[in-house]
């Protein structure tokens, strides 16, 4: 068996060593058209900002190495730039030398992956103007900013962007960041997101909105940046951190089936419309088993755990690749952001669904140190199975969004979320962890006890619309901040002052996070109101009203 691999990091190096693990006997051969291999992209936006101070810590594994314990032929520096599907053969190109050569193949695994886009602007070719998907890039972005430079644009507030947002900070540098959409992180809804507007706003990053370059000039030792709404940035530096596109060029000429969105169509075991060619990794598109829908969904793992899968069908083992659901993380100084699953943005144009949002502690609130995080879950109104999550805040993010996602590809419900036993000890959890509560809450309104409305759904209301609006908060709460028109009846004195409260109309009531508005909307229901508790509370409102104006 004769395997040739194209593209030699995240898939395409998992590939060739899960496939020499399955066979002593077979020619592996994997080309990289760059002169490094298996290093880690994820890691460089670190190195940067000299979190990882030593270069070679990103070197995961060497050519020689990958010769010593795996017996691979890496050729680094080697390009494939054709595949002929009939003969069974690839074209592969040295760029140093100019030379082509030829090689054939029983399989062929196409890792290429995706590559930044570059927007089509004057200026785009100015050495100032950065895009960061290897080691070379990053290399050069470090020089700039090791020069000691002063101002930095970032362009595009995905994961990429904030990453070297924070690094360029940690560095000293003054850092500008320009997004198209309306909110950053566009993966997530957008209340979500604003925690991390708040750090970026304490971090001093100025954050331009709605707005994106439109050209670059060179200016003094820098260069302007010009922006569609007509404001012009001074910098030393810009990075486009706007997506990735799948490098399906090799794939495309070879006339192998490819999505609407450039990714390469694979099946379930990473074969293309060419059984004896596979592909894996960013270069493919996924299927995403919620909205039932093909996606490119560029990370890590994917690409890591479709590379052994394709070495294991080569190798005539049955795996299947289940899809992918696009579980992700990000860190930004303090906090976290993670998602699972599919947003409420993605659901509203597919299909009905109910959230809920909470906004617990990560551990007790009596042991030192606890931190408060925000979780919302969304959830299929009928049978309560889970459909995404999304946390943000500080310890403790990661751990319930990995659980959410095992629950998500465990096909659990809102009410299996009820019966989680998870570890507990206060320095790490609650007894009714947060991922418990989730279940508490989303059952609670299936059920019925706990009827609720969400914020978009309050703010989205013409204001002569909206229930009447009751604060159960105390009265140095309700002073500190409140939504407008609320009645202020704190939740000791309700069962007291029920007469305060109109008995025909619908109520909305509300507290801080949504605990204390629970028990309030038990007592009106069983005084016979019609109410509903406002889910996640002041809180969520004001994450609302940030990334909305309200
Ligand atoms: P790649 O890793 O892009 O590798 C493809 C390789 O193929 C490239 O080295 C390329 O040179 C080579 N190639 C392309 N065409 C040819 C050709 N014709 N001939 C020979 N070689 C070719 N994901 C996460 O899950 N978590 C993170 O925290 C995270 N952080 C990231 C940070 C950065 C800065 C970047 C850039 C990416 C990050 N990712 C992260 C994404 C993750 O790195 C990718 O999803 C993953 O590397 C994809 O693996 P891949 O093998 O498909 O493609």
Redesign the pocket.
Same mark, same amino acid.
């Given at each position: 068996m004769k395997i040739l691999i194209? $593209?030699?990091?995240?898939?395409?190096?998992s590939a060739a060593t899960r496939a020499r693990r399955l066979s002593e006997d077979a020619e592996i051969i994997m080309?990289?058209?760059?002169p490094?291999?298996s290093f880690a992209?994820?890691g460089?936006?670190y190195h940067i900002g000299n979190e990882i101070p030593d270069r070679n810590k990103l070197l995961v594994v060497t050519p020689q190495r990958l010769k010593e314990r795996f017996n691979l032929d890496v050729r680094v520096n080697?390009?494939?730039?054709q595949i002929n599907p009939k003969e069974k053969t690839v074209v592969i190109h040295k760029p140093l030398t100019r030379q082509a050569t030829m090689e054939n193949y029983d399989k062929l695994i196409i890792?290429? $992956?995706?590559a930044?886009f570059r927007l089509n602007l004057e200026g785009i070719d100015d050495p100032r103007v950065h895009t960061?998907?290897?080691l070379g890039d990053m290399d050069r972005i470090k020089k700039a900013v090791d020069s000691g430079i002063k101002k930095a644009v970032v362009i595009g507030a995905g994961?990429?962007g904030l990453?070297l947002v924070e690094n360029f900070v940690q560095r000293g540098v003054q850092v500008t960041l320009v997004q198209l959409q309306n909110q950053i992180l566009p993966v997530f809804d957008p209340e979500m997101t604003a925690p991390i507007l708040e750090t970026l706003e304490k971090e001093g990053v100025s954050v331009i909105l709605n707005d994106t370059a439109e050209k670059f000039t060179p200016s003094g030792t820098g260069l302007t940046v010009h922006l569609k709404s007509g404001q012009s940035l001074e910098s030393d530096l810009v990075v486009l951190g706007v997506g990735v596109r799948p490098?399906n060029?090799?794939a495309v000429k070879a006339g192998l089936e490819i999505g609407p969105r450039g990714g390469v169509r694979v099946n379930s075991h990473m074969q293309t419309s060419d059984p004896d060619i596979y592909a894996?990794?960013?270069?493919v598109e996924v299927f995403d088993p919620i909205l039932s829908e093909g996606k490119q969904i560029?990370?890590?793992?994917?690409?890591n755990r479709q590379?052994r899968l394709a070495a294991d069908h080569i190798f005539g083992r049955e795996t299947t690749f289940r899809g992918a659901q696009g579980t992700?993380?990000?860190g930004f100084f303090d906090q976290a952001i993670a998602i699972t699953g599919a947003s409420e943005k993605a659901l509203k144009q597919k299909r009905d669904y109910r959230t809920v949002t909470i906004h617990p502690s990560n551990h007790a609130g009596y042991y030192p140190g606890a931190e408060q995080m925000t979780l919302k879950l969304m959830f299929d109104p009928t049978d309560g199975k889970i459909l995404g999550a999304q946390g943000v805040g500080g310890s403790g993010v990661d751990k319930r969004i990995d659980v959410l996602s095992v629950a998500i590809q465990a096909g659990m419900t809102v009410y299996d979320l009820e019966e989680m036993e998870l570890c507990y000890a206060p320095q790490f959890g609650s007894a009714k962890d947060p991922v418990n509560m989730l279940g508490f809450v989303a059952a609670g309104l299936l059920r019925g006890d706990h009827p609720q409305m969400d914020f978009a759904t309050w703010l989205g209301l013409r204001s002569n619309g909206r229930p009447t609006l009751v604060d159960v908060r105390t009265k140095s709460e309700f002073d500190s901040g409140h939504i407008p028109d609320a009645v202020h009846i704190p939740i000791d004195e309700l069962r007291g002052r029920l007469d305060e409260l109109p008995k025909k109309q619908p109520l909305a009531v509300y507290c801080q996070v949504g605990q204390r508005g629970y028990n309030a909307t038990r007592i009106l229901m069983q005084k016979g109101f019609k109410v509903v508790n406002l889910s996640g509370g002041y809180r969520s409102y004001l994450q609302h009203t940030k990334t909305f104006g309200g």
């Amino acid at each position: 068996m004769k395997i040739l691999i194209i $593209g030699g990091v995240a898939g395409g190096a998992s590939a060739a060593t899960r496939a020499r693990r399955l066979s002593e006997d077979a020619e592996i051969i994997m080309f990289e058209r760059g002169p490094d291999v298996s290093f880690a992209n994820c890691g460089m936006p670190y190195h940067i900002g000299n979190e990882i101070p030593d270069r070679n810590k990103l070197l995961v594994v060497t050519p020689q190495r990958l010769k010593e314990r795996f017996n691979l032929d890496v050729r680094v520096n080697h390009e494939v730039y054709q595949i002929n599907p009939k003969e069974k053969t690839v074209v592969i190109h040295k760029p140093l030398t100019r030379q082509a050569t030829m090689e054939n193949y029983d399989k062929l695994i196409i890792a290429t $992956g995706a590559a930044p886009f570059r927007l089509n602007l004057e200026g785009i070719d100015d050495p100032r103007v950065h895009t960061l998907r290897n080691l070379g890039d990053m290399d050069r972005i470090k020089k700039a900013v090791d020069s000691g430079i002063k101002k930095a644009v970032v362009i595009g507030a995905g994961f990429i962007g904030l990453e070297l947002v924070e690094n360029f900070v940690q560095r000293g540098v003054q850092v500008t960041l320009v997004q198209l959409q309306n909110q950053i992180l566009p993966v997530f809804d957008p209340e979500m997101t604003a925690p991390i507007l708040e750090t970026l706003e304490k971090e001093g990053v100025s954050v331009i909105l709605n707005d994106t370059a439109e050209k670059f000039t060179p200016s003094g030792t820098g260069l302007t940046v010009h922006l569609k709404s007509g404001q012009s940035l001074e910098s030393d530096l810009v990075v486009l951190g706007v997506g990735v596109r799948p490098e399906n060029q090799l794939a495309v000429k070879a006339g192998l089936e490819i999505g609407p969105r450039g990714g390469v169509r694979v099946n379930s075991h990473m074969q293309t419309s060419d059984p004896d060619i596979y592909a894996v990794g960013d270069v493919v598109e996924v299927f995403d088993p919620i909205l039932s829908e093909g996606k490119q969904i560029p990370l890590a793992g994917i690409a890591n755990r479709q590379g052994r899968l394709a070495a294991d069908h080569i190798f005539g083992r049955e795996t299947t690749f289940r899809g992918a659901q696009g579980t992700a993380i990000v860190g930004f100084f303090d906090q976290a952001i993670a998602i699972t699953g599919a947003s409420e943005k993605a659901l509203k144009q597919k299909r009905d669904y109910r959230t809920v949002t909470i906004h617990p502690s990560n551990h007790a609130g009596y042991y030192p140190g606890a931190e408060q995080m925000t979780l919302k879950l969304m959830f299929d109104p009928t049978d309560g199975k889970i459909l995404g999550a999304q946390g943000v805040g500080g310890s403790g993010v990661d751990k319930r969004i990995d659980v959410l996602s095992v629950a998500i590809q465990a096909g659990m419900t809102v009410y299996d979320l009820e019966e989680m036993e998870l570890c507990y000890a206060p320095q790490f959890g609650s007894a009714k962890d947060p991922v418990n509560m989730l279940g508490f809450v989303a059952a609670g309104l299936l059920r019925g006890d706990h009827p609720q409305m969400d914020f978009a759904t309050w703010l989205g209301l013409r204001s002569n619309g909206r229930p009447t609006l009751v604060d159960v908060r105390t009265k140095s709460e309700f002073d500190s901040g409140h939504i407008p028109d609320a009645v202020h009846i704190p939740i000791d004195e309700l069962r007291g002052r029920l007469d305060e409260l109109p008995k025909k109309q619908p109520l909305a009531v509300y507290c801080q996070v949504g605990q204390r508005g629970y028990n309030a909307t038990r007592i009106l229901m069983q005084k016979g109101f019609k109410v509903v508790n406002l889910s996640g509370g002041y809180r969520s409102y004001l994450q609302h009203t940030k990334t909305f104006g309200g």
